[in-house]
Each structure stands twice: as structure tokens, then as C-alpha cells.
């Protein structure tokens, strides 16, 4: 490793890493709350339920559920990476590979859903 | 001090290697004292649970969103359809426990972190703590009190009704 300006830790991948993390982590956590609510409504009546559900399939909310995919695929990536540097003798040493492997797994993962989601989307669309 | 393979990387001599000398056995990781057990078992469950949800929510992200008609196909008649069968049931009752605790537990770590006065401190987490009960409760009775086939006032199966109620 190069030593370079500053600490190992500020400013570089494993802040960054921890950043996004919590970041990722908080979004999903109200989301999580929001879904519980509007899939309890399936016990209000079908209709309640489709209602809300519906706002789901808007073309607003296609883009917004992208993003909570990006959220969550790359918590759940990058969480993969933390429990490899806790428990695999190696981890530290390749804590920074590990997290470009996170990334390129991330971006090859999203391409994949963002076709897929937008295809079907668009498929079943009714225009507005 | 036997000089090992890291102390030759590190810059300067004399300083000790990071965990070398003496540490409080409330921050060791064996040994389970009276405070730390519960942060102990904390950051094993985030480990734990964190690996399964990997595995929950990835499926159920691909069997509602990729497969089928994706994202339209989900409606009333879709949930009820898969809550008939257990194995979805319990699926999603696994889900739903982990989530909220493993989410739950990261949200105290957060509030822990950023809240310096003890009395915000306590107020948040007191409703981290009612949300999640809340959240829980009501997921898990949802799950275990759902009816497919609703009937209107006149006793005719409800048009949203999923295919299977016909034969009920």
C-alpha cells in the first residue's frame, strides 16, 4: 500500500463504505415501515389495497423504486463485504478490492433489474 | 518484544502495535462480560440476520418484480395467491421479524451515535422502540389473519377474489 496524506480511514473506502452504508440503511428502515403499512391493507379490503398499491406502478414511483433497489442491493453487497472483514482472516488486507468488487457487482446487478423493471413497466402501462 | 512480520511495516519504531498492550476485557471480543453481552450479541445478529436477508429479499425482489408481469401484477388477488401456500407465510414472517430488528438495531446504533443529550436520546429511542413493536405486531397479524376470499353483503364472491376461492 502507498502511504499517501492523512489516516487510513478518513476520506477514503472504508469511510466512504460506512457512509454509504448507513445512508442505504436508513432509507430502507422507513421504506420497510412504509411497505408493512401498505401491505397491512390487504385486511382493510382488496380495493384499499390495489388503491395504494397502484401508486406503486406510476412512472414517478418506477424511478423511486429503482433507487430503493440501488439502496438496497448495495447494502446488502457492501454488508456481505463487512461480514468478510470480520470474520475471514483476510479481510482487512483486501477490504478495499473487496469493496470495488461490491461496486462493479452493483453496477452489472442494476443494469440488469433497471432493464428488466422498466421493460415490464412499460409493458403493462397504460399511459397516464 | 519479538518483532513480528506487521511491526516491520509499520513507519515508525517504537510504536506499539494497535491491541498490543493491555485492553479492558469489556472490549474484547471472547469473553462474555456483564455489559458487553448484549452489544456482543447485537453484532452478531446484524451479521446473522444481515446474511439472511440477503437471501429473503433478493427472492422477493425476483418473484415480484422480475418474474411474470412484474410490478402490474401485483394486486390483491397476487398476495393472496402466495399467502395460500405456508412456505410464503413463513417466507414473509421471517422477513419481516429479521428486517425490523436488524433495521431497528441500526437505527440505534445511528441514534446512538448522533444524539448527545440523554433525554433526546431516550425520546428517540423510545419511538424506534413503539415503531418497531407496532410494525411487527400488526405485520405478523396480517400475515396470520388474512382471508383470500372476501364475500359482499350478498354473499357473492368479491370480483378481486383470486382464482382458487371458486373452488372453496
Do not use: H, K
Given at each position: 500500500m502507498t502511504q499517501t496524506k492523512g489516516?487510513?480511514?478518513k476520506g477514503r473506502e472504508g469511510m466512504w463504505s460506512w457512509v454509504g452504508h448507513r445512508i442505504t440503511g436508513v432509507g430502507i428502515f422507513f421504506f420497510l415501515l412504509v411497505h408493512v403499512l401498505d401491505t397491512s391493507l390487504v385486511r382493510v379490503s382488496p380495493e384499499a389495497y390495489n388503491a395504494v398499491i397502484g401508486a406503486y406502478k406510476n412512472p414517478i414511483m418506477i424511478v423511486g423504486e429503482i433507487g430503493l433497489v440501488g439502496a438496497i442491493v448495495f447494502h446488502a453487497f457492501n454488508g456481505l463485504r463487512i461480514i468478510l472483514v470480520d470474520f475471514w482472516s483476510q479481510g482487512t488486507r483486501y477490504h478495499r478490492q473487496m469493496l470495488w468488487t461490491v461496486m462493479g457487482l452493483w453496477v452489472i446487478t442494476m443494469i440488469g433489474f433497471t432493464v428488466r423493471h422498466l421493460m415490464l413497466f412499460l409493458d403493462g402501462w397504460g399511459g397516464f | 518484544m519479538t518483532t513480528t512480520k506487521s511491526d516491520a511495516l509499520l513507519p515508525a519504531?517504537?510504536?506499539?502495535?494497535?491491541?498490543?498492550?493491555r485492553i479492558d476485557p469489556k472490549y474484547l471480543r471472547n469473553g462474555f462480560s456483564k455489559s458487553g453481552s448484549f452489544e456482543m450479541a447485537a453484532w452478531v445478529f446484524m451479521r446473522v440476520s444481515g446474511a439472511a436477508l440477503v437471501v429473503l429479499i433478493f427472492v422477493h425482489l425476483a418473484v415480484n418484480l422480475l418474474v411474470g408481469e412484474g410490478i402490474h401484477q401485483i394486486d390483491f388477488g397476487f398476495v393472496a395467491g402466495k399467502w395460500a401456500n405456508p412456505v410464503w407465510q413463513f417466507w414473509d414472517l421471517t422477513m419481516l421479524w429479521l428486517a425490523m430488528l436488524h433495521g431497528g438495531?441500526?437505527?440505534r446504533t445511528i441514534i446512538n451515535d448522533y444524539a448527545e443529550k440523554?433525554?433526546?436520546?431516550?425520546?428517540l429511542k423510545s419511538i424506534l422502540y413503539l415503531s418497531v413493536i407496532v410494525i411487527i405486531?400488526?405485520?405478523?397479524?396480517?400475515?396470520?389473519?388474512?382471508?383470500?376470499?372476501?364475500?359482499?353483503?350478498?354473499g357473492q364472491l368479491l370480483?378481486?377474489?383470486?382464482?382458487f376461492c371458486q373452488n372453496v
Open positions: 489516516t487510513l480511514y | 519504531q517504537g510504536i506499539e502495535a494497535p491491541r498490543s498492550g438495531n441500526g437505527m440523554d433525554s433526546t436520546r431516550m425520546w405486531v400488526l405485520g405478523t397479524m396480517v400475515i396470520f389473519t388474512f382471508e383470500p376470499c372476501l364475500l359482499d353483503n350478498s370480483e378481486s377474489s383470486p382464482s
